[in-house]
């Protein structure tokens, strides 16, 4: 979301810290991502942000849902969605989650284990299992290679175990890092998903039918990004290249923080300044408990200071309210050598995992979110 005068005024509306966010531009990211390959299926990963004007939203567009919870399964049919429309994409899920799933219609289900697929056997019989291929992401911002997903070989073990279980071995899915800057990392899953593909029916006479393409699509921050045209090309003409002997397929993908990321902006307020040796210290009313867990690792926000936007810059210390150390936002970012008190500051694109990573932390309340009418 660009930061306007027209944002300044409606920020003056509200307390901060806040999150503004724009259901406008989600239509917008919801048809653009829908364009870029016919029969496409979107799935959007709650966990992202599970605001309802959200929510409701992407299901008026036509969108499914990746959910990860048993909350965010209650929330959706709180909103009229039915579990039809849902895929529980976590691959770490109690038993009484996985029959509460069940009981509602929820037909697909992620693994990368076999005590998962016991659970699902045992708590959602006959249902659709897709087991999670093990994919690099060295070239994303959130790699996700360690805690989720498996090796080829046992991919394929998977399946074949799934099929003596009494469930459907149904697909494939994958995914590539959060905030991922090369395209071609689709490209290479795709290659090794076509293989379990054809190893399953050539050896087990298992015919998989959908490839899940996971998330990871970048959003605009401060460095350069792949478009969501350029990678959806690439998806598209490798599905084309590698499944073209794939009778039925269903090509699902997992939009998260390419979603909703841009539809919105974190608005917080400078409540402290100070000098500590030769460091200049700047403190706001939002940190790493209150929105910006992701800074923990250097994850850099464009950074607007509102009425200072031209003015020259120095090097801060930038940190949140509370009383832990850890609540540093960056060790050293550019902020208005005038910045001082009062001054508000505007994390531009963060309506992706700020609210929802948010908590009461030495009873500090994390941002509330608001909606641009």
Known sequence: MEVTNTIYEIAKNYETPFVLLDPKLLETNYKRLASV??????????????????????FNQGSHFDIASRGEIELLLSLGIPGQLMSFGNTIKKEKDIAF??????????????MELEKIANNAPGSKVYARLLMSSDDSDWPLSKKFGTDIDHVIQLLVHAKGLGLIPYGVSFHVGSQTYNKYKWKEAIVQAAEIFYQLKEYENIELE???????MPIQHTRPIPQIEEIGLMIKESIEEYFADVKRLRV???PGRSMVGDIGVLVTEVILRSRKQKD??????AGVFHGLLETIEDFRYEIIVE???EEETGIFSLAGPTCD????IYDEVELPVSITMGDKLYFKNAAAYTVE?????????????????
């Open 37 to 58: 390959m016919d029969n496409l299926e979107i799935y959007y990963a709650v966990k992202a942000n599970s605001h309802p004007e959200i929510i409701k939203t992407l």
């Open 101 to 114: 799933a069940y009981e509602n219609k929820i037909e697909m289900y992620s693994v990368d284990s076999e």
């Open 210 to 216: 959908m490839i899940n393409l996971g998330g990871g």
């Open 252 to 254: 699902i993908v997992e």
């Open 280 to 285: 200049n210290w700047v403190y706001i009313d």
């Open 307 to 309: 009425g200072k936007e």
């Open 325 to 328: 150390s850890v609540d540093t």
């Open 357 to 373: 990573y948010g908590t009461t932390f030495n009873g500090i309340k994390p941002p509330k979110a608001y909606i641009i009418q």
